[in-house]
């Protein structure tokens, strides 16, 4: 058993990354603590699953603070109390200025979902249907001063199917989400991820050279 990360959710929606993250920690495969979760809207539906399974919430308004850098301290302030270690953003729509990637220097994870650095920013499920890549996929990186632009420390590849809507996409997506986040979580917290330059080493894993996915398949 690793010891218990306490981490801050950060979200602005639906929050089915943060529902993940629940699940593992009461299904005791992710060795974390929500200390709270943070939302920048009032009606973000993640804000229900957290009091439904007795997590703390916070709403902090982004339009109630003069300028990006004062409400980053404000979330800083937060988390900082709160005795936050590792932040995890899951569907905050914001970007974060150096006030709040500074305090939390590579302890601030991010998901987002595409196999960066391809479609970064924001309808990238859309931008890779359009550009017609074969695979697509989902990225847990940790966060830099620049947009979905950190060290990556885990991704997931699913196949693009010719006759994909955007909608099925991003399903297909979301489903590998809900399983990589929380598995670089509990990386962190067994102290497996060491960021050296660009690159995220992960101690003690087994390398399998014959996992890969072809698509259109070799089969008919
Ligand atoms: C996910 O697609 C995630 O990759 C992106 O925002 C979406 C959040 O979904 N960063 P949810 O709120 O976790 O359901």
Known sequence: MAR????????????????????AIEAKKLDAKIQ??????????????AKNHGVSTEVLDHKAF?????YDQAVVDLLHAR??????????????????????SNRIMNIHPALLPAFPGLHA???????GVRCAGCTVHFVNEECD????????VVPVFADDTEEALAARILKQEHRIYPRAIQLYAEGRLRVVGRRVSVD???????????QPSLAR
């Open 125 to 131: 499920q859309k931008k890779a249907l359009e550009y």
């Open 36 to 49: 709270f979760v943070l939302s920048n809207k009032a009606d973000a539906y993640g804000l229900v699953r």
């Open 83 to 104: 005795g936050v270690e590792l932040v995890v953003l899951a569907g905050f729509m914001r970007l974060l200025s150096p006030v709040f990637v500074k305090a939390y």
């Open 4 to 23: 218990q990360v306490s981490i801050g959710v950060l979200i602005s929606g639906g929050g089915t990354n943060l529902q993940s993250i629940i699940d």
């Open 149 to 156: 632009e950190g060290p990556i420390i885990i991704q997931a």
């Open 204 to 214: 003690g894993f087994s390398k399998d050279e014959d996992q890969v996915l072809i």
């Open 66 to 70: 003069p300028s990006r850098e004062a």
